[in-house]
């Protein structure tokens, strides 16, 4: 729709997101003002729409639509539709102003009247019991201010008149708010005696009209359709309707304008009452304010005191609702009930009814302590979107406090946080909360759980960050030589030694190690962590790790005077683990190494080994005569004479073979092999073979050749 210059002069315009006032005749888009950036609806009705009607028809239906701002502009109450400028009127529209609206009741009702096309958000809309009750008891509280303050009648209460406003908390734009009552078309201010005179004309056929100048026959007291005069209580029987018009997918009334139809649909009101889809606790409620007769009809004050408003998250919201009133002391008893509450609320009623007040109480610092777990509650309903832009810039200042309950409260908050903070959010407000918790010498209980979450930081900073701010500061910490702090240390360290390089494991996680083992009453007590931190440490480090830094810090354990026997067996136990992971790795790696990388198939050229020694058998039986072996030194068996014949014809020994002091000779039998081929003479005389003075010389110039001694020593 084109909108005329006096609306869009001062707004940014956005898309229609519903209808609403009599027969749905306003169209109430979305819009900005230009110059205070707020989120404002803006009604719309479209003069040109009644142009065929008679001028005076058209003359009173305008007044009607602008009775609605006249009365909004003097109601000022929290559950009262909020005005927000004075009406705007040209020649072809009538503008009203109002605060953010997400849809009128007859819209999430599925009555799509005036409205295309329908929004996606609407179209999906589902209440939830605890939003309708919620709701119910806005409008009733605004009927008691109306009744009670400002003596007004309000004659046309119907889902056209009730409207849901739209809350932004930053980006939880979706979020839907108050259940609020507008549509003042017909209202009037009763006299001194609570009444007010007025005869409507009814027609007494169905009348389906666009353009009515009657209240919602569907939806009005007898009295005001029969009598001409009523009272406040004409507004709780239309509440009764509207109540059981919510629950029940048929409504009691049905009459298409037509009061033939109002008057007999009445008469038969009892049979067209269906219990079983209304809850118990408000069955009792609509009987008693559908009553016929007006002095037996509850007022007010008696619906809200009902059964079906006592329920305890309901209570709890309207308590949410006023707490900026409630003193200090009532507020922080109230939170920390609260907490355990939270599950039981509805997902829209968390956003809408619960985040947003909570939200205001972290301004004041008092509460800071009981608001911040009740907002780590409801995080897990929301998106990261949601709670980093539209939850984070209120914790802002709690973030950057360094007081102890504060930081712990964080600290414990942490798996939840990391989950709804983007990555730089939790660089430069949790990190620097966990920096200062591991700093702090006050509270060791706030150290150990500082440790306790490191395992969750580490993900979100680099590796130089782990080193230098991290893990530095853990072995200063476990240098204080505290149990419960050194536990909690080796607990870190195992959950987040896969996420640290090599060298880090072995420079400063090892260190920690060091730290622990040198203080002898922590080594005993914490051994069994100790051994299982060694035993992943030496996992990661591979062999060379294992055996240059993991077992010598192990086997000096097995010495430990102090060790019990289970303590002992872990010790062995784990020791052996090292040894056989390094023994199967090392050997896995030797024999993948002594296999040729590209093996040749090569033919079998071995011989069968008896096959073999038969072969060579043959051979030495056979006429031939083997080969001889050469010596090198050594004369050649063929050319060899018979050795005694040698000796007897050259006299080479010229002294005794054996001297004892006196010359004694040792009659020698000498038995030699011939060679199976003689040797000329004069070859072995030209050899020249050189005397000897011992059996051994001659044994050495001879081999093969077998020598024995044939007397004794004389």
Request: proline share 7%; charged share 20%; with cysteine.
């Amino acid at each position: 729709k084109k909108m005329g210059n006096a609306t869009t002069k001062d707004h940014n315009l956005g898309k229609q997101s519903s209808s609403g006032g009599p027969a749905q005749l306003w169209k109430i888009y979305d819009a900005v003002r230009k110059n205070t950036n707020e989120n404002v609806s803006l009604f719309v009705f479209d003069k040109k729409s009644i142009e065929k009607l008679p001028k005076p028809v058209q003359k009173s239906i305008v007044d009607c639509l602008k009775k609605e701002a006249t009365h909004l502009a003097r109601l000022k109450h929290p559950n009262v539709l909020r005005l927000m400028n004075p009406p705007i009127e040209t020649n072809n529209e009538l503008v009203i102003e109002t605060e953010r609206i997400f849809a009128s009741l007859a819209n999430v009702q599925k009555n799509y009247n005036n409205l295309s096309p329908i929004p996606d958000d609407l179209l999906n809309y589902k209440m939830e019991e605890l939003e309708i009750r919620a709701g119910l008891h806005s409008i009733t509280t605004a009927l008691t201010f109306l009744h009670s303050n400002a003596k007004l009648i309000h004659l046309n209460i119907s889902p056209s008149t009730v409207f849901i406003t739209k809350e932004v908390i930053r980006s939880l734009s979706s979020a839907k708010g108050t259940w609020k009552l507008g549509g003042f078309h017909f209202s009037a201010f009763a006299q001194y005696s609570g009444e007010i005179s007025e005869k409507f004309q009814f027609n007494e056929f169905d009348v389906i009209s666009p353009f009515p100048l009657i209240p919602n026959l569907d939806y009005l007291a007898p009295e005001a359709v029969f009598l001409g005069r009523f009272g406040f209580l004409a507004d709780l029987f239309s509440m009764g309707i509207l109540a059981y018009n919510i629950y029940h997918p048929n409504p009691i009334l049905n009459t298409k304008n037509n009061v033939l139809a109002y008057k007999f649909q009445l008469e038969n009101l009892g049979s067209r009452i269906q219990l079983h889809e209304i809850p118990h606790a408000l069955q009792g409620a609509i009987a008693g304010l559908l009553c016929a007769d007006p002095a037996a009809r509850w007022d007010s004050r008696k619906f809200l005191e009902s059964e079906y408003f006592s329920d305890i998250l309901l209570r709890s919201i309207f308590y949410l609702s006023s707490m900026m009133e409630k003193e200090n002391s009532q507020k922080a008893h109230f939170l920390q009930g609260l907490v355990a509450a939270i599950p039981q609320f509805e997902f829209r009623t968390l956003r809408q009814k619960v985040l947003p007040p909570i939200l205001m109480e972290l301004r004041n610092p008092v509460q800071v302590v009981y608001v911040l777990p009740n907002i780590f509650a409801i995080a897990t309903i929301l998106t990261r979107e949601e709670f980093s832009d539209g939850v984070v810039p209120h914790l802002v200042p709690s973030l950057k406090s360094r007081d102890l309950p504060i930081m712990m409260l964080y600290l414990q908050g942490f798996p939840t946080l990391l989950t709804k903070l983007t990555t730089p959010q939790i660089r430069e407000y949790l990190f620097p909360i966990e920096m200062a918790a591991l700093d702090n010498r006050e509270s060791v209980a706030m150290v150990v759980g500082a440790i306790s979450q490191l395992h969750l930081l580490i993900p979100f900073v680099d590796a130089q960050t782990v080193k230098k701010a991290i893990l530095s500061r853990i072995e200063t910490l476990c240098s204080l030589k505290n149990e419960n702090i050194c536990a909690a240390s080796l607990a870190a360290l195992g959950k987040f030694i896969p996420e640290l390089d090599k060298e880090a494991l072995s420079t400063n996680a090892i260190s920690i190690v060091d730290k622990i083992m040198a203080i002898p009453s922590i080594r005993i007590a914490l051994m069994g962590p100790i051994l299982m931190t060694l035993g992943k440490l030496g996992e990661i480090l591979g062999n060379e790790g294992t055996v240059g830094i993991i077992l010598p810090r192990l086997l000096p354990l097995m010495v430990d005077p102090a060790l019990t026997v289970d303590m002992f067996d872990g010790v062995m136990q784990c020791i052996k683990e090292c040894i056989a992971r390094v023994e199967t790795s090392r050997r896995a790696a030797l024999e993948k190494t002594a296999e040729p990388k590209n093996p040749a198939v090569q033919p079998d050229t071995r011989e069968n080994w008896s096959d073999l020694v038969s072969r060579n058998y043959d051979e030495s039986s056979s006429s031939v005569a083997p080969t001889p072996i050469q010596i090198p030194g050594t004369v050649p068996a063929n050319r060899v004479e018979d050795f005694q014949e040698l000796i007897q014809r050259e006299r080479i020994f010229k002294e005794p073979l054996f001297s004892t002091g006196s010359q004694v000779q040792l009659p020698v039998t000498i038995q030699v092999e011939k060679p199976a081929v003689q040797v000329e003479r004069s070859q072995s005389q030209s050899r020249g073979i050189a005397p000897s003075n011992s059996m051994d010389d001659a044994k050495n110039k001879l081999p093969g050749r077998s020598l024995s001694m044939g007397s004794s020593l004389l």
